[in-house]
């Protein structure tokens, strides 16, 4: 089973809060359990239903103090 967060505690990557919902995710955001409401569950909603769900490696965040931080940051990663 494919799952969103690795309960593997040696690990040292995990996700981040950045999130991008489209259309298909919408019902799998209906009866979040909340609050406060864990985006993290609609994404497995959706992956344990077979929806593909990718995601992007970003640099560290926890340089993001300012919203002009997270422009800088995520700049690479937005369409042209």
Request: proline share 16%.
């Given at each position: ?35 406060p409401y864990e985006l993290k569950d ?8 077979g929806l593909r769900v990718a995601a ?25």
């Amino acid at each position: 089973m494919k799952t969103l967060v690795d309960p593997d505690p040696a690990l040292i990557r995990t996700s981040s809060p950045l999130w991008l919902l489209g259309p298909e995710l919408a019902p799998f955001l209906d009866d979040l359990p909340g609050p406060p409401y864990e985006l993290k569950d609609a994404y497995q909603r959706a992956i344990d239903s077979g929806l593909r769900v990718a995601a992007v490696p970003v640099r560290a965040t926890r340089d993001l103090t300012h919203p002009e931080d997270l422009m800088v940051g995520n700049f690479p990663y937005l369409p042209p």
